[in-house]
């Protein structure tokens, strides 16, 4: 089992910057990549980034060249760096860790970007 706690959400004005943090416990041997998803009312959770064991990293378009995922050498904490923040990057952002055997899930975070 991989427990996963996020935190770093909030409200920000556009254009304003927040990080996003997950550290995850348990199984972490297990885990080949770990990845940031968001969701807002009505729509499905989608992908903003992933970061694999090997450090590859890929991104949304949407948010490609504002937002950066990394994580720590001991690979059990993800990063999600989102700068220049946009009204239409409020959602509940979710951590994702993809084991061989199943996806685990964090509680999700609020982030708010509004003036």
């Known amino acids: 089992q991989v427990q996963l706690v996020e935190s770093g959400g909030g409200l920000v004005q556009p254009g304003g910057s927040l990080r996003l943090s997950c550290a995850a416990s348990?199984?972490?041997?297990?885990?080949?990549?770990m990845g940031w998803y968001r969701q807002t009312p009505g729509k499905q959770r989608e992908l903003v980034a992933v970061?694999?064991?090997?450090?590859?990293?890929n991104y949304a378009d949407s948010v490609k060249g504002r937002f950066t995922i990394s994580r720590t050498n001991a690979k059990n904490t993800v990063y999600l760096q989102m700068n220049s923040l946009k009204p239409e990057d409020t959602a509940v952002y979710y951590c994702n860790a993809a084991s061989t055997t199943q996806n685990y899930w964090g509680q999700g975070t609020q982030v708010t970007v509004s003036s």
């Open positions: 970061i694999t064991s090997g450090g590859s990293t």
């Open positions: 348990g199984s972490i041997f297990s885990i080949y990549a």
